[in-house]
């Protein structure tokens, strides 16, 4: 199996501002995907917003299997942790993040008022790694106007001020990797999802490695979308992509059949899936 290696130096620099910015802000609004809650939480991160207040809010909901969801938000709860699930194209999300935020942040603009300073809009800073749909909910939450307070400090190429309402501003910064992963299943997972550039990782290794999944936990999407028998399921997962790939007219073409199959999972043709189970109240979610 192949190693998957990246961390251009644009998220190098992305790092670095994000440190040199985390100061201006109030909270920390960290994107994870809905399918891989776990994998998509970028440890470089946690370590520069130790000190701030968090939310994670977890986005494609609609992609991910909802029992997953539902047990994430279980486990979050139980831990202590502010989080959310949502679909950032829905009228009620950027209510729902301002309110959330607002929950959090009460005591210190209770603080504020106290100290008879100015009632002013709470300063977020949005995180999350590359394709987590910051785009998609960042455009909503402003209303696709985008307007930049541009005599912010800390607007800098890739990161910018936006409006959300006159009780939200928001600190965006460009979707970041981290330079190694404790294991390749991790990279696998964000490969899969869509997290990382096709010629960063070899097709068919993420193919055989969602094959594997799905077969454990989804194994009914499976048959069904490639017409498999139930004897096709006790097949390595090698031999098993050589039968879909057959089965797909593409004869031994296995990394166009690996594509396609990456693609179906992407696109919703397996239903939704969540590929990092939901811990248990007593365990990590690292």
Sequence with gaps: MSTIQWFPGHMAKAIRQMEENIHLVDIVFELVDARIP???????????????????????????????????MTYYRSQGIPAIAIDSRANVTPKQITKIASSILADKLAAEHEKGLKERPMRAMTVGVPNVGKSTLLNHLVNRKAAVTGDTPGVTKGQQWLRSSKHLELLDTPGILWPKFKDQTTAQKLALTG?????????????????????????????????????????????????????????????????????????????????DRAPKGDESDE
């Design 195 to 275: 997290a990382i550039k096709e010629k960063l990782y070899a097709k068919d290794d993420v193919a055989l490695y969602g094959l594997s999944f799905f077969r454990q936990y989804y194994a009914p999407a499976l048959t069904e979308r490639y017409h498999l028998a139930a004897a096709d399921l006790e097949l390595s997962d090698v031999d098993l992509l050589l039968k879909i790939t057959e089965k797909f007219g593409m004869r031994d073409d296995y990394e166009r059949a690996s594509e396609r199959l990456i693609l179906d999972a992407r696109h919703r043709k397996l239903g939704g899936f969540t590929l």
């Design 38 to 72: 776990a994998a998509s939480r970028n440890p470089e991160i946690a370590r520069i917003a130790q000190h701030k207040p968090h939310l994670i809010i977890l986005t494609k909901k609609d992609l991910a299997d909802p029992q997953q969801t539902a047990a994430w």
